[in-house]
């Protein structure tokens, strides 16, 4: 699975829930793993399962109408606890992007962490979004990295995003932070040189 990230061209998934938090994206029970691997199967748990495991009907991820590599949420997404297992979950489960009028500021860098890009519009452009799904499931949108922009194809609407440069240059690289810190190798030793 490639961790590179750049235009991501996708149906999405709308979950118009505000105040979504940390706790609801990855129960605590499920936090016991180390590894990444595994954890979308318990992403939004309790909203997906009844007491018997199975699916509930009217929960959003079990609807099979509703597919793609970009989550739609309402405001105030990740909020609660710091857990960076909810990044991993979201990411498991096979989401690339998270859509939002705003982020939790933990969520936020653990989803950049673990590339996976939230994308933060107005509210207004929010709307919009939601409004395009639910007039058509299978509409799509593009998100560009390099552009710093998410386009509505079918409704000719753009807005631009903000993401910090360097994490800008690890998700189009698939850099880690020591990734990173091993592509500049060259400049930093020419750097250490200079200064003796």
């Not at 706790?23 to 748990?45: C, H, M, V, W, Y």
């Not at 495991?53 to 099979?64: A, C, G, R, T, W």
């Not at 949420?73 to 998270?98: L, M």
């Not at 995003?161 to 990173?180: E, R």
Request: aromatic fraction near 12%.
């Amino acid at each position: 699975m490639s961790k590179k990230i750049n235009i991501v061209q996708s149906t999405a998934v709308p979950l118009d829930m505000e105040n979504v938090d940390t706790d609801q994206i990855i129960p605590a029970r499920f936090l016991k793993a180390t590894s990444r691997e595994g954890f979308g199967e318990n992403l939004f748990r309790d909203w997906r399962y009844d007491s018997h495991n199975q699916p509930k009907k009217d929960f959003i991820l079990n609807d099979p109408t509703y597919s793609g590599r970009i989550l739609v949420a309402a405001k105030n997404f990740g909020c609660g606890s710091s857990r960076e297992h909810a990044a991993w979950a979201i990411k498991d489960y096979g989401f690339d992007v998270v859509v939002s009028s705003f982020f939790a500021d933990i969520f936020k860098s653990n989803a950049l962490n673990n590339f996976l890009l939230p994308v933060t519009v107005s509210d207004e452009f929010l709307q919009k979004i939601f409004r395009a799904i639910a007039g058509d499931p299978s509409v799509e949108l593009i998100v560009s990295l390099q552009d710093q922009t998410l386009t509505i194809p079918s409704l000719g609407e753009t807005t631009h995003f903000d993401i910090s440069d360097y994490k800008k240059t690890c998700l189009l690289n698939g850099y880690d932070d020591i990734d990173f810190l091993l592509s500049i190798k060259d400049e930093i030793e020419a750097f250490e040189r200079s200064r003796d």
